[in-house]
C-alpha cells in the first residue's frame, strides 16, 4: 500500500540518515574555494554538453541544442519547469500535457501531470535526463509512462539543455524528438527564495518557499533543497469567459448574433450541461406531441407559462398515446424559443476545477567526493510529494416506464403516454483527488585512465500513486432500469445492500439535491494504486584525443545501457468490479520489461585552417537495442559541422530511431470509457448528411444497407470504448530525422543568429485509432460489411445505437513534423547600462499523421498547432537595477478549411460560427533589484499586462476544444492579468 507519510517523516529512513551524517561531517571541513587552488583549475574543465558522449573543451554550436537558465525564467512570472519547458517555441506550436489539461482530458500520467512533448511528438518519445542521467516516469493509472515535471521544482536547477533533434543511437529509444537535461545547481552558493503570483481576479493564485544550501569542502561537495510549491484551484465560475457557455453564431447575412435568448435573463443563453431533464423516447405515430429532440424541463421558477405551453397532464381520449405529465412540466430543446430556455447552466458548473489546486513538497540532496586522484564518486537523492484535488459535476440518468406504457410503473404516477423516460438529475458528486510520492537514487563514479574518461552509474526511481475518485454505483443505477415497481426487499446486484427506490421522476432530485440516504446509496469513493519502478545502469567511457589526425583529434566514446521497467496499476475495488457508472471500468495493469543497449560515437576532424574550410568535422554514432517484449534494432546518426571561418557555421545531421512500445501500450488492462452518439455514429440522419456533403455516398449506402432509417435521430446512450493494451501484436516504431542549418557569430557586433530546419517522420506510430476513426472507416469501406474494422462494434437491437467500440492500441501509418528554428540575441552597452535583446521562433510547415496509408490529415494551423509561434525578450541592466520585458507570440490558427467552410444551419437559419483567431500577443514585464552587499534581492513584475483572454469560439457545429466561449488548447492564459513578486537572500 501506498504510505500516507508526510513528505518530512522521509528524514527518518536510513538513507536520509546517512545524507544527514555526511553532511553533518562536511560542514565541519567547508573551506573557501580559491582561484589559485591548482594549475589545472586555471584550464578550461572539460564538459559533456546534452548531444554528444564525448567530452569537449566547452560549449559549442555543432549540435542544435538550446540553453534555458532557470533564473531567467522569474522575469516572465514563471515559478516550475513544466511551465518554462512549455513555454519555449519548440513546444508551444503543439499542445502539451499540463495539470489543467490532465484534470479536464483522460491523458497519459493521469490527473495533475504535467509532461513536456518537444515539436508535439508525444512525451513518450522526448527523453528526459537529470544531470544526463535518466528519470523514470511518475503520475497515477494504467497509462504512466513520461517523466512528471512536478517532481523538480525550480529552485534546484540551474540550466536546461534541450537537444532539438533525434538522438536515439545516443541516448535510447525515447529520445526520437529530442533530448531535455535537467542541470541542478552546483557550487558554494546558497539562498532563500519566496515567491507570489496573485491575478487580478481571484482563483489561480501561487506561492513557493525554498531553500538550497551548498558547500564544496576539500575533496567533495554537497547541495541540499528543499521546496515547497502551492497552486490554488482555478474554478470555472472565477472567470467570466469560462463561466457561460454560449453558441457564439452569427447570421450568415447580416452578421448579428444568432444565438437563442435566454427571457428569464435577457441574454444569450448559457449552452452547458443539460440538466435535471426527462429524455423522452417516444411511440407515437406521426402528429404526436413529441417532436424530435424535446425534453421534459421542470417549471422551477413558476415563470416557464409566460413563454411556453405545458405538456398536458390529462390523458385525451382521442390521442391516447401523447405524453401526458404531472403539472408543471414544459417541453423545451425543439425550437428557438424553447432553446434559450433549456436549463444548461447549473451552479455546479462554476465550481467544476480547470487548473486543480495542488501542493508540491521536494527534498533534494546531491554530492560528490574525490575518492582518489583519479577517482570520483556521485550521489543523488530526490523525494517528491504532490497532491492534486479536482472538483467537478456530472449528469446520471436511468430508464424507466411511464405509469402506463409497455409493463407500466406506478412510481412514474402522472406520466403517461406512448414513451419510456430517461431522467436525467445532475450531481457534484464528482471529484478527484491524488497522491504521488516519487523517489529517485543516483550511485555512480567517475574517473579517468590515461585519456580514457569513464562514467558508470545506477539510476532507481519508484512513483507510488494513489487515486481516489467519487463514483456512482453502477448496481444502484441499472438493477432498476425498466423496473415494473418498487425495489424495496430487492439488494443489489454487485454489492448486495438493500435497494432503495430512486425517485427519478422528482424535480428536487433531477436538480441535483440529493437526500443523505440517497446519496449514501448511489454514491462513493474508489482508491486506486500505481506503482512504477525504473531501474538503470550506465557506463561510459570517452576519449577527447585518442588518435591526432591532421585536422584535429579523433575523439570515441563506447557505452552500455541497461534497464528494466515495471508498472502495477490496481484500480479500485469498485473499479475493478465493474461497478462504477459511467465511468471506465478497468483490471490490474502489470507488466515488466528489459533493454540492453550498447552505443559508440565518433567525432572525426575532416579539414582544418583551410579558405572555406576553418573547421570540419564528421560526427557518427551507432545504437544496438534489445527490448525483451519487442526484439532488437540497429540506430545510426551522422552530422557534419563546417565551420567556413570563425564567425560562420553551418550544421547537419540525419538519423534513424527505434522506439519500443511503453509499457502501459502493451499490459494496459481493459479500460473502459464513453462517447456521445452523435461523435462516433456516421448514420444518424445519413439521408440529410449526404445532401449536406458531410458523408460519402458510399458511408450512405452502407448505411442503408446495415438498414439504418434515413432519418435515424440516434440512440440517446452514450457508446461505451474499451481500449487496452496490445501485447503480442504490436510492433516498435520507427523514425527519421533530418536537420540542417547554420550560425552565424558576426565580430563587428556582440550578435548570434541560428537557423534550423527539422523534419522528423515516425513510421509505425503506436497510438489508438479512436472510436469515431473506427466506425466512420468501417461504413466508408469497399468492403462492408466484412471489413475487420466493422468487427470492432456492435449495434443495439433495440434502438440501432452504437454500444461498444474495441479501441486497442495499434501501429499506424506515419506522423510527420517539419519547420524551421529561427534565434537571435544581439547585446550592446547603451548609455550607462547593458542592453540585450532576444527571439527565437518556430515555423512548421507541416504536422501531420495518418491513421492509415491514405488518411493522412495536416493539422498545421488548425487551433492547437498553429503555424507560427515565437517569444521576444528585451532586458536593461543598470547598476544595481535590472527592467524586463517579455512577449509570448501565439499565430492565428484557423479550422474553417478542415470543417469544410464556417457556416452551419441553427434551426432553419443560415449561420456562421467562430472556429478561427488572430494571432495573440502575451505581455510580461518585470523590475529587478540587488542590494548592495546584503545578499538580498527582489523581482516585482506584471504577467499579462493587457489581461489578454482565450479567443473566443463558437460552442457549436465544430470539433474544437472550448470552456465556456474560450479555446481551451494549451497555448493560451487562462488565468487573466497577475501581480508577481520573487525574494532572494543569498548567503
Same mark, same amino acid.
Given at each position: ?15 536520509? *540518515? ?50 534555458? !537558465? ?39 500520467? +493521469? ?81 532563500? @527564495? ?17 531553500? =538550497? ?55 444569450? *443563453? ?33 415563470? /416557464?407559462?409566460?413563454?411556453? =405551453? ?87 440518468? %436511468? ?68 487515486? =481516489? ?34 425517485? #427519478? /421522476? ?58 528494466? @521497467? ?14 462504477? $457508472? ?6 490490474? =495493469? ?44 540497429? &540506430? ?5 559541422? #563546417? ?42 440522419? $445519413? ?11 458510399? !458511408? ?26 496490445? /501485447? ?18 558576426? &565580430? ?21 485509432? +479512436? ?69 527565437? *521562433? ?25 503555424? *507560427? ?15 524586463? $520585458? ?41 523590475? +529587478? ?5 546584503? %545578499? ?38 487562462? /488565468? ?12
Amino acid at each position: 500500500m501506498l504510505k500516507k507519510t508526510p513528505l518530512f517523516e522521509y528524514a527518518k529512513s536510513p538513507l536520509a *540518515h546517512a545524507i544527514t551524517g555526511i553532511m553533518a561531517m562536511t560542514s565541519l571541513n567547508v573551506v573557501a574555494q580559491e582561484a589559485a587552488e591548482s594549475e589545472s583549475k586555471a584550464e578550461e574543465e572539460r564538459v559533456i554538453v546534452v548531444g554528444s558522449r564525448i567530452r569537449r573543451d566547452s560549449f559549442n554550436s555543432e549540435q542544435p541544442v538550446d540553453i534555458i !537558465m532557470a533564473e531567467d525564467a522569474i522575469k516572465s512570472g514563471v515559478s516550475n519547469v513544466a511551465e518554462l519547458l512549455q513555454r519555449l517555441t519548440v513546444a508551444s506550436g503543439s499542445p502539451q500535457v499540463t495539470s489543467a489539461t490532465s484534470s479536464e482530458f483522460v491523458q497519459e500520467g +493521469g490527473i495533475g501531470v504535467e509532461t513536456f512533448s518537444l515539436r508535439g511528438l508525444g512525451p513518450n518519445r522526448t527523453l528526459v535526463l537529470l544531470n544526463g542521467r535518466r528519470a523514470g516516469p511518475a503520475g497515477t493509472r494504467g497509462e504512466t509512462s513520461a517523466f512528471d515535471f512536478n517532481t523538480l521544482p525550480i529552485s534546484m536547477v540551474e540550466r536546461i539543455e534541450i537537444l532539438k533533434d533525434g538522438a536515439s543511437s545516443l541516448y535510447g529509444s525515447d529520445a526520437v524528438a529530442g533530448v531535455v537535461n535537467i542541470i541542478t545547481k552546483t557550487g558554494d552558493e546558497s539562498a532563500i @527564495d519566496a515567491f507570489i503570483s496573485q491575478p487580478e481576479e481571484s482563483g489561480g493564485e501561487r506561492s513557493r518557499l525554498s531553500l =538550497t544550501f551548498g558547500r564544496s569542502f576539500d575533496g567533495g561537495s554537497f547541495r541540499v533543497t528543499a521546496d515547497y510549491d502551492k497552486q490554488q484551484e482555478l474554478a470555472r465560475g472565477d472567470r467570466d469567459y469560462f463561466a457561460c457557455g454560449q453558441r457564439y453564431i452569427f447570421d450568415a447575412v447580416t452578421g448579428e448574433r444568432a444565438d437563442p435568448i435566454d427571457p428569464r435573463t435577457g441574454t444569450y *443563453h448559457c449552452r452547458d450541461l443539460l440538466w435535471g431533464h426527462v429524455w423522452i423516447y417516444d411511440y407515437q405515430d406521426a402528429g404526436g406531441n413529441v417532436l424530435p429532440g424535446m425534453l421534459a424541463q421542470y417549471d422551477y421558477d413558476g415563470d /416557464l407559462g409566460n413563454y411556453l =405551453t405545458p405538456f398536458p397532464n390529462m390523458v385525451d381520449p382521442n390521442n391516447p398515446d401523447f405524453m401526458v405529465t404531472p403539472p408543471g412540466w414544459f417541453p423545451v430543446n425543439y425550437d428557438r424559443t424553447s432553446d434559450g430556455l433549456a436549463n444548461a447552466d447549473h451552479p455546479f458548473q462554476d465550481r467544476q476545477s480547470l487548473v486543480p489546486e495542488s501542493e508540491r513538497a521536494t527534498i533534494y540532496g546531491q554530492a560528490e567526493f574525490d575518492v582518489s586522484d583519479n577517482v570520483n564518486l556521485y550521489t543523488e537523492v530526490l523525494l517528491n510529494r504532490r497532491k492534486t484535488d479536482v472538483n467537478g459535476y456530472r449528469q446520471f440518468w %436511468g430508464y424507466v416506464y411511464n405509469e402506463n406504457f409497455f409493463a407500466g410503473n406506478p412510481l412514474s404516477a402522472g406520466w403517461q403516454g406512448a414513451q419510456w423516460l430517461s431522467p436525467t438529475p445532475i450531481t457534484d458528486h464528482s471529484f478527484n483527488k491524488i497522491t504521488v510520492d516519487y523517489q529517485r537514487y543516483v550511485v555512480g563514479a567517475t574517473g579517468d585512465i590515461g585519456d580514457w574518461y569513464w562514467d558508470a552509474s545506477y539510476q532507481f526511481s519508484r512513483s507510488e500513486g494513489e487515486y =481516489t475518485n467519487a463514483v456512482i454505483f453502477d448496481d444502484s443505477i441499472t438493477d432498476q432500469n425498466f423496473l415494473d415497481g418498487s425495489c424495496v426487499g430487492m439488494t443489489t446486484s454487485v454489492r448486495g445492500v438493500p435497494c432503495i427506490d430512486i425517485p #427519478w /421522476l422528482d424535480p428536487q432530485f433531477l436538480a441535483g439535491n440529493i437526500s443523505p440516504e440517497m446519496r449514501a446509496f448511489l454514491f462513493g469513493t474508489d482508491t486506486g494504486e500505481t506503482v512504477y519502478d525504473q531501474s538503470s545502469f550506465d557506463v561510459v567511457f570517452s576519449n577527447g584525443n585518442l588518435l591526432e589526425l591532421p585536422a584535429g583529434d579523433l575523439g570515441i566514446a563506447v557505452g552500455a545501457h541497461y534497464r528494466t @521497467d515495471e508498472i502495477t496499476d490496481t484500480p479500485g475495488a469498485t473499479t475493478l468490479a465493474s461497478n462504477a $457508472w459511467g465511468a471506465s471500468s478497468a483490471g490490474i =495493469t502489470a507488466g515488466d520489461d528489459t533493454t540492453t543497449a550498447f552505443f559508440g560515437e565518433a567525432r572525426i576532424p575532416l579539414l582544418r585552417d583551410l579558405p572555406g574550410a576553418y573547421n570540419v568535422e564528421l560526427t557518427l554514432s551507432a545504437r544496438y537495442t534489445d527490448v525483451d517484449t519487442s526484439g532488437s534494432d540497429t &540506430t545510426y546518426k551522422a552530422g557534419l559541422s #563546417w565551420a567556413v571561418d570563425e564567425t560562420f557555421r553551418i550544421r547537419a545531421s540525419h538519423g534513424t530511431s527505434f522506439r519500443a512500445p511503453a509499457l502501459f501500450e502493451l499490459y494496459l488492462a481493459d479500460q473502459t470509457s464513453f462517447i456521445s452518439q452523435r461523435a462516433v455514429d456516421p448514420c444518424i440522419r $445519413w439521408a440529410q448528411n449526404l445532401t449536406d456533403g458531410n458523408i460519402t455516398q458510399r !458511408m450512405a449506402d452502407n448505411c442503408a444497407a446495415e438498414g439504418i432509417a434515413p432519418d435515424y435521430a440516434g440512440g440517446a446512450i452514450t457508446a461505451t470504448v474499451v481500449t487496452g493494451g496490445g /501485447l503480442g501484436i504490436l510492433e516498435s516504431e520507427t523514425s527519421e530525422a533530418t536537420t540542417y542549418g547554420f550560425v552565424w557569430k558576426p &565580430t563587428f557586433a556582440d550578435l548570434s543568429v541560428s537557423v534550423d530546419y527539422f523534419d522528423f517522420l515516425i513510421e509505425g506510430e503506436i497510438t489508438q485509432l +479512436g472510436a469515431g476513426n473506427i466506425v466512420f472507416q468501417c461504413y466508408d469501406s469497399t468492403f462492408f460489411p466484412t471489413d475487420p474494422l466493422c468487427s470492432q462494434f456492435e449495434r443495439s437491437a433495440l434502438d440501432n445505437r452504437i454500444e461498444t467500440v474495441r479501441d486497442q492500441f495499434i501501429n499506424i501509418a506515419e506522423q510527420t513534423n517539419r519547420g524551421y528554428d529561427v534565434k537571435i540575441e544581439y547585446r550592446t552597452d547603451v548609455g550607462p547600462g547593458n542592453l540585450v535583446l532576444s527571439t527565437e *521562433h518556430t515555423f512548421q510547415k507541416e504536422q501531420s499523421r495518418g491513421l492509415f496509408a491514405d488518411t493522412v490529415e495536416d493539422r498545421n494551423g488548425q487551433f492547437g498547432d498553429p503555424k *507560427h509561434v515565437a517569444n521576444f525578450t528585451a532586458g536593461y541592466d543598470i547598476d544595481n537595477w535590472s527592467f524586463d $520585458w517579455i512577449v509570448n507570440y501565439i499565430g492565428p490558427v484557423s479550422d474553417v478549411e478542415d470543417n469544410e467552410g464556417d457556416t452551419s444551419t441553427y434551426r432553419g437559419q443560415d449561420v456562421r460560427i467562430v472556429i478561427d483567431s488572430d494571432a495573440v500577443y502575451y505581455h510580461a514585464f518585470s523590475v +529587478g533589484y540587488e542590494f548592495d552587499d546584503s %545578499g538580498l534581492s527582489a523581482r516585482v513584475g506584471v504577467a499579462n499586462v493587457f489581461d489578454e483572454e482565450p479567443p473566443k469560439i463558437s460552442d457549436y457545429a465544430n470539433n474544437l476544444s472550448n470552456v465556456g466561449q474560450s479555446a481551451f488548447y494549451t497555448q493560451y492564459d487562462w /488565468l487573466g492579468r497577475r501581480v508577481f513578486m520573487n525574494l532572494s537572500y543569498k548567503f
